[in-house]
């Protein structure tokens, strides 16, 4: 499990004490210098600055612009940068800083003309402590300006470490890529991470359909279309406001969820067979599903979410009450719902589990610089250890999810495989035909000798730009 929702806050005030550049400078250095394994979701810090700093309105998205986009081509931006370099000089981090926020601009974005960045970048060097470095700046930022057009294309890599630094990821992550996937798709994954995610919401079916907030907000000047997959699913095309803001966001007609994230709720039953069924989301987080799962069970059904982060559920609580939904039941309290669960067993349980989330780098590029490879194998024992729980409170004949924002094989397939063998009771169910259907490609009956059906889009076939999820549904129940 992930967070899913990509809404970026706004401050209420509107003064404008800082520009953008400046802020996200700010940002960045503050970001960089925390250990890996233990930085701030990049996000979570960019809303406290917001707090602190705030921008005016027609900044704020330039500034989420910067921040993630230094943070997703950040070790091609350092390569950049050292090749112009007298001897790989090491520079003070706040200018470091500077930099890559200037670099970024001149190599990605032409919002700004470039001697305007190189200008600000060298008055902001100037106002610092290490005002020395206005001249480095300005030498460094004019001759990148003049040899841009000399780029190596990604498909020229001849390495895994060449890949990792054009695409800007760890060694490890793009080596282990080559090593198990081939040169190839290795490529096309790195490069997939690079690209920029959809903007998905989900509509809330209690109060409307997909045809009915299409109209509305084709009606207000943004262009949406339906998702391939999901039936209840909108994509927004070229929107740069805030989500938020809108009347019918406010008001809980939809919610924001990605496509892939959508389906993992729809893969057990069919979706008239869900209504009435008493529902346990196991790892809720924000509530992306569980709130969805409330809209699939209907008023006579329940869904329980459970999450061990209360921050989160207060979080859940509040999406629950804009949406409108009151089947909810929310605890943190590991020992009540055992209790739940051992009188009246879950009909179906969903364990959308911690992970190392390496399948929504595009929407959180700050990942692959907080993860190291031995993440994987210990996000794999927890993954274990939650199925194995979790999976005790199902009823008998009952149904379990398993999904993850990851496809590395230790966290999918290998904990699946693990999870069946040890468990006699437990088999795969196969995905039900109106979801499998229109899942197409995307729903494989078989994989690395895991037969059943699973959820697995890919880069190379997910033209939709769904996220890397994998998902699949297991049946049998516990031996109550």
Known sequence: MFLE??????????????????????????????PCGKKTPIEDIGANYLRQYPLKENDIHFFW????????????????IQKRLAQNKRLPPEIMSTLRVAAYQILFLSRTPDYAVVNEAVQLSKNSRHSWAKDLCNAVLRRLIREKSSWSHVQDCKSPHQLAIMTSH???????????????????????????????LRVNTTKTDVAEAISWLDSHGIKATATRYSHVGINLEGFSGSITRLDWFQTGMFQVQDEASQIVSMLAYKEKDMR???????????????THLSQLVGKEGCVTAFDTNKQR????????????????TITHDKKQLVDIGATQPFDLVLVDAPCSGLGVIRRHPDIKWNRTSGDIARFASQQAELLSNFSELTAKEGRLIYSVCTQEPEETTETIRNFILQRTNWTFARFPEEIKGRLEQHARSELTGVTGDIFLPLPQDNENGMDLFFACCLKGGSKK
């Open 5 to 34: 929702i990509s809404v970026y806050p706004l401050p209420n005030k509107t003064i404008n004490p800082i520009s953008p550049r400046e802020l996200a400078a700010k940002l960045l250095q503050k970001w960089d210098e925390q």
């Open 65 to 80: 612009e910067l921040i993630f986009g230094v943070a997703r081509h950040l070790r091609l931006l350092d390569t950049e």
């Open 276 to 290: 009435g069924m008493k529902v346990l989301d196991a790892c809720a987080g924000l509530g992306g599903k569980t």
């Open 170 to 200: 760890p060694d490890w992550m793009v080596e282990r890529w080559w090593q198990t996937l081939g040169k190839e798709a290795a490529t096309k994954c790195s490069t997939w991470n690079n690209t920029r995610a959809p903007l998905t």
């Open 313 to 328: 559920l207060k979080l859940l609580q509040e999406n629950a009450k804009r949406l409108g939904l009151q089947n909810i």
